[in-house]
Every structure is written in structure tokens, then in C-alpha cells.
């Protein structure tokens, strides 16, 4: 085996703002407040967060700093269980909405990073 699977990363202009979304959208949470750091440390602000599930269901995602705005299609993507309708609330974009050629729901989060969105089972 040469590499296995150990998290998702986003990049983000504003990552605090964008991790705050996600967190949102998804129920999850801050890692540094779900597991507070031994000795108070405190994460730079400046430095990615990690956001997880609190019930330890889904996967550990690090929201990135990148100094420059997305220009072109993501090659990889989240796919999500959820309401399309309440993404958009939040402040989500469709993209692409369901129709006869796909199943789901082609959104971007509020800085552009595209995600796909099924209906819950």
C-alpha cells in the first residue's frame, strides 16, 4: 500500500468564515472546542482549521488559507446528504439543479468550491 485516505483539505480566502459555514451546513464543530488543546494553547489565527463531526461519524476537514480566490472547477469535491433549499439559505449557490441526466444537486459554498448534494435516504 502506498498512500491510504487521512483528510479532506479546503481552501478558503477567509478560512475562519468558511470553516464557520461548514460547520453550520454540516453540524460540525471547531476541533479546538470539540477537544481543547492541553495547557491552553491556542491556535494561531492565521493557521488552517480543523473541523470535525462531533459524533466522529464523517471525516476531519482542514479549512486552508490561500491567498488567492478559486478561478476554476474543483477536480475533486464533498458529496453531501442533505436539503439543498437550507444550503442555500446559508449561503450556498446551485449550480446545477437535479434534472433527468443526475440525481443530485450541484452547489458552491460561499466562496465557490463546488459540492454535490443528495437528498437524505
Known amino acids: 500500500m ?12 477567509d478560512h475562519h468564515k468558511l470553516a464557520d459555514w461548514w460547520c453550520t451546513a454540516m453540524g460540525y464543530v ?9 495547557g ?14 462531533p459524533t466522529g461519524g464523517g471525516p476531519l476537514i482542514w479549512v486552508v488559507p490561500v ?6 472547477k474543483n477536480r475533486m469535491h464533498l458529496d453531501v446528504w442533505g436539503q439543498t433549499e437550507e444550503l442555500v439559505e ?11 441526466e443526475i440525481d443530485w444537486d450541484v452547489l458552491a459554498d460561499p466562496e465557490g468550491n463546488e459540492f454535490c448534494v443528495f437528498p437524505p435516504r
Open 2 to 13: 502506498s498512500a491510504r485516505f487521512k483528510d479532506l483539505v479546503i481552501d478558503a480566502e
Open 90 to 100: 446559508l449561503g450556498a449557490t446551485v449550480l446545477r439543479a437535479r434534472d433527468g
Open 67 to 72: 491567498p488567492e480566490g478559486k478561478t476554476t
Open 40 to 53: 491552553g494553547w491556542l491556535r494561531p489565527h492565521d493557521w488552517p482549521v480543523p473541523i470535525v463531526d
Open 30 to 38: 471547531r476541533r479546538d472546542e470539540h477537544e481543547p488543546p492541553e
